[in-house]
Nanobody, 123 residues
Framework: QAQLVESGGDLVQAGGSLRLSCEASGINFNYHSIGWFRQAPGEGREGVSCISSDGTTFYADSVKGRFTIHKDNAKSTVLLQMDSLEPEDTAVYYC?????????????????WGQGTQVTVSS
C-alpha cells in the first residue's frame, strides 16, 4: 500500500525559501513517478513539478528557475526546494505518485496522495 507524507510547509516572507519533503513508502522509485501539486483557496489543484520514474523532471512555467525537485532513492524521499517565493505561491502543497512515467504532471493521472502541507508567503 503506497503512502506519502509531506512536511516542510511554513509561513515565509516573499523572497524567502522553503524545502518541502515527501517521504514515500510502499512504492519503488524505479517504477513510480512523484509529483508536487498545489491548491490555493478557491482554485483547482495544479501541477508544480514532477519527476518521472526515469528521472526526467518537469516544472510549471510559473515556478521554472525558482523551484527544484530532487529524488533521493536511498531515503525514498522527494524534495522540492522553493526559492524566491512569491505571495502567489501560497497554497496547500501535496505530493502524489503514479505507476510508470509522467509528462508535465497531469493531476488526473496520479492515484495516491499525501495529506498536504501549508505554504504561506507574506508580502
Amino acid at each position: 500500500q503506497a503512502q506519502l507524507v509531506e512536511s516542510g510547509g511554513d509561513l515565509v516572507q516573499a523572497g524567502g525559501s522553503l524545502r518541502l519533503s515527501c517521504e514515500a513508502s510502499g512504492i519503488n522509485f524505479n517504477y513510480h513517478s512523484i509529483g508536487w501539486f498545489r491548491q490555493a483557496p478557491g482554485e483547482g489543484r495544479e501541477g508544480v513539478s514532477c519527476i518521472s520514474s526515469d528521472g526526467t523532471t518537469f516544472y510549471a512555467d510559473s515556478v521554472k528557475g525558482r523551484f527544484t525537485i530532487h529524488k533521493d532513492n536511498a531515503k525514498s524521499t522527494v524534495l522540492l526546494q522553493m526559492d524566491s517565493l512569491e505571495p502567489e505561491d501560497t497554497a496547500v502543497y501535496y505530493c502524489a505518485t503514479k505507476y510508470g512515467g509522467t509528462y508535465n504532471c497531469p493531476v488526473r493521472e496520479y492515484s495516491t496522495w499525501g495529506q498536504g502541507t501549508q505554504v504561506t508567503v507574506s508580502s
